[in-house]
């Protein structure tokens, strides 16, 4: 729900937009001076009605006491003017002034009562600020603390002001203990229009979209997203599914996101708006230069659902445009559609597909480069499919490593890619900044070390989710010679037969290991049971399953012949009881390996 504010509205908002749990302010980066302003606005008179709907269609308790009159305009004008008053001066004197605040001087608790569920009804929602910028000298991304003191720190004072005042008039007393929440927006984004050129029909319409050029979060962010869990594949097209398009471009905003070495154009409509500022914590911010000059993909979350009903029952879908040299993806404006794995696995799709077009073999798994305390160092890539240990086992890696590492740097917590140098050496290289990563494989305590960084997705929820930066964008495009590479392999016991890594002998038995895929699920999509995709990624191999296998083959084989320990590793996370205990032993194993093979090849 889009409300646009009158000509001449208090609050210089452009417009309020509503949708679930989640309310978006759109500015030109000019909010209240005082809280005389704020509650005289505009905007607080629009949030009052909206709490006053709210309570009377709930027949909340919080009705028992107030006046009847609630439901017609001139009951609500009364009462919306007691508080505006309350808010300056104590309720005995406002009483004497304002219409109606007589009923209240016996019971004034049940006013308190309101403005304590007023604030609280204000603060359930994940808030928003889109600040917009013109170009020039004097835009605010040429001084972004600047705005984002004056508009996010400015309304959270404001509001949790107003929010005491209010109370300590009513009340006549003071409050003994002081909660500093964020009262005003959990998010701020500075945004602009900037000037670049559509590399094909499709995305013209996309023009007056504004960039996202700076992002503000008061973490910890929690949000909870209408779903929890991704279904389905991104299914290859062979028409743009964004030609004909059309758009309210005020109800959109871009993520110009550095995903590996490409700019992917990410464009999410305002119901997924959470979602699409929390890419800040996964990918780093493409740079002015980068949207300049132009992307190697676009992807649009939250497309109209009549525009794709042509794709079927569920339309997540990609467009390979050979002749533009672009590739396009879109997925509809959809509750279902509503979880962040639907926005992360089609950027890292159309990364696949890009890298593969030139030459890189992209992998499914996580890649970290480990520093030993004795110098040496290893670079250990695990492959697998969603859910099989590959993040967890590192993460144990990290916990149980301590005396033996001096450092993990993470270059891939999902998705990356491989070349081969003129060496002959196989090359990794990471997409993301940070990392998505199941809450309940953590190990403990580490959540909330990260907790002043993190956003928790459906916390209450199965498949809860923290997303946390792990890394610089200098570091995973650096390039790292690879000294293991091991299949996570999440479903087999451990026994004399299946060790916990099991060395692979040649290249075709090895590729015959990932090409088969093999998997438990572990509720983190809709798939169950044990599963088989090629080479443990859906993600654009098996779409593009010639030129991969190739690639491929040419990897494999330089890998083996370059001395690479190719492997698996049994992490037994979806063998019950072993969730936790799996990844730590398979972690174990690791790091026995690796210091016995760098001391190896020290001496």
């Given at each position: 729900?889009k ?6 509205a ?5 417009n ?9 302010l759109?500015?030109d980066g000019?909010l209240c001076a005082?809280a005389y ?13 909206l709490?006053?709907d709210?309570i ?11 006046t ?11 009462l919306?003017?007691?508080l ?10 406002a ?6 605040a007589?009923?209240y001087?016996s ?7 309101f403005?304590e ?5 204000w603060r ?13 000298p004097r ?9 984002f003191?004056?508009t996010?720190?400015?309304l ?8 005491r005042?209010m ?11 002081y909660?500093?929440v964020?009262?005003g ?10 000037e670049w050129?559509?590399p094909n ?13 700076q992002v503000l ?9 209408p779903?929890?869990?991704r ?8 028409r743009d ?8 471009s005020?109800?959109w905003?871009?993520?110009p996101?550095q995903?590996?070495?490409l700019?992917?154009f990410?464009?999410f409509?305002?119901?997924f708006?959470g979602?699409?500022?929390?890419l ?5 911010l493409g740079?002015d230069?980068?949207i300049?000059?132009?992307p190697?993909a676009?992807f649009?979350?939250?497309?109209p ?10 339309p997540t879908v ?15 404006g959809?509750?279902r559609?509503?979880y ?10 159309l990364?696949?597909i890009?890298?593969?077009?030139r030459g ?6 996580a890649?970290a480069?480990i ?45 990356g890619?491989?070349?081969?140098d003129?060496e002959?050496?196989?090359l990794?290289y990471?997409t ?15 959540a909330?070390?990260q907790?002043?960084?993190?956003i928790i997705?459906?916390p209450q929820k199965a498949?809860?989710r ?10 995973i ?6 000294d ?14 299946h060790?916990v890594i099991?060395?692979?002998p040649t ?17 983190t999509?809709?798939s ?6 090629y080479?443990?990624?859906i ?10 296998e ?5 990897i494999?084989?330089a890998?083996?012949?370059?001395g690479t320990?190719i492997?698996?590793?049994r992490?037994r ?9 799996g990844?730590l032993?398979a972690?174990?194993?690791?790091l ?12």
């Amino acid at each position: 729900m889009k409300i646009t504010p009158p000509e001449k509205a208090d609050l210089f908002l452009t417009n309020l937009f509503w949708h679930g749990k989640q309310v978006i302010l759109r500015s030109d980066g000019i909010l209240c001076a005082n809280a005389y302003e704020l509650v005289h606005s505009w905007a607080f008179e629009t949030v009052f009605s909206l709490f006053v709907d709210h309570i009377l269609e709930e027949q909340d308790s919080v009705l028992n006491g107030m006046t009847s009159d609630l439901e017609t305009e001139e009951g609500r004008q009364r009462l919306l003017s007691l508080l505006r008053t309350v808010a300056e001066v104590p309720f005995e004197n406002a009483a004497r002034v304002i219409p109606g605040a007589e009923h209240y001087q016996s019971n004034p608790r049940a006013l308190y009562l309101f403005v304590e569920a007023f604030y609280d009804y204000w603060r359930s929602y994940d808030r928003y600020l889109v600040c917009h910028s013109e170009q020039g000298p004097r835009s605010h991304d040429k001084r972004p603390y600047r705005t984002f003191n004056a508009t996010i720190e400015r309304l959270t004072g404001l509001i949790r002001s107003l929010y005491r005042d209010m109370c300590e008039n009513i009340t006549g007393d003071h409050s003994r203990i002081y909660r500093q929440v964020a009262a005003g927006c959990n998010v701020g984004v500075i945004a602009t229009r900037k000037e670049w050129n559509p590399p094909n029909p499709g995305t013209l319409a996309l023009t007056d979209i504004p960039f996202i050029r700076q992002v503000l979060i008061n973490p910890p962010l929690i949000i909870d997203p209408p779903e929890n869990r991704r279904s389905g594949q991104f299914i290859k097209v062979d028409r743009d599914p964004l030609e004909g398009l059309e758009l309210e471009s005020d109800e959109w905003l871009c993520y110009p996101a550095q995903v590996g070495p490409l700019s992917i154009f990410i464009y999410f409509h305002h119901i997924f708006m959470g979602l699409g500022c929390s890419l800040a914590n996964l990918f780093e911010l493409g740079s002015d230069e980068m949207i300049a000059s132009g992307p190697d993909a676009v992807f649009m979350y939250g497309v109209p659902p009549g525009h794709l009903a042509e794709y079927g029952d569920v339309p997540t879908v990609f467009f390979d445009d050979d002749v533009n040299g672009i590739l396009t993806g879109a997925i509809p404006g959809e509750d279902r559609f509503g979880y962040f794995g639907y926005l992360k696995k089609m950027a890292l799709t159309l990364h696949n597909i890009k890298m593969m077009k030139r030459g890189r073999m992209p992998f499914h798994g996580a890649m970290a480069r480990i520093m030993l305390r004795n110098g040496n160092e290893a670079t250990v890539l695990v492959m697998g499919e969603t859910a099989t240990g590959k993040s967890e086992t590192l993460e144990a890696l990290r916990f149980i490593g301590r005396k033996f590492i001096r450092n993990i740097s993470i270059i891939s917590d999902d998705m990356g890619s491989l070349e081969i140098d003129e060496e002959g050496r196989v090359l990794g290289y990471g997409t993301e900044t940070g990392a998505f990563i199941r809450l309940d494989d953590l190990q403990r305590g580490y959540a909330l070390k990260q907790i002043n960084r993190a956003i928790i997705m459906s916390p209450q929820k199965a498949n809860a989710r923290v997303l946390i930066p792990v890394n610089f964008i200098e570091e995973i495009l650096k390039g790292y010679p690879v000294d293991y590479i091991l299949y996570a392999n999440n479903y087999e016991q451990v026994d004399a037969d299946h060790p916990v890594i099991q060395t692979l002998p040649t290249a075709e038995v090895a590729m015959a290991v990932f090409r088969e895929g093999a998997a438990m699920s572990k509720g983190t999509t809709t798939s169950t049971g044990l599963t088989h995709s090629y080479f443990a990624n859906i993600f654009g191999p098996p779409q593009y399953r010639e030129v991969h296998e190739e690639l491929a083959v040419r990897i494999f084989h330089a890998a083996f012949a370059s001395g690479t320990l190719i492997g698996q590793m049994r992490t037994r996370l979806a063998v019950p009881g072993f969730e936790r205990e799996g990844p730590l032993l398979a972690a174990t194993e690791l790091l026995r390996l690796i210091t016995e093979n760098e001391e190896g090849k020290n001496l």
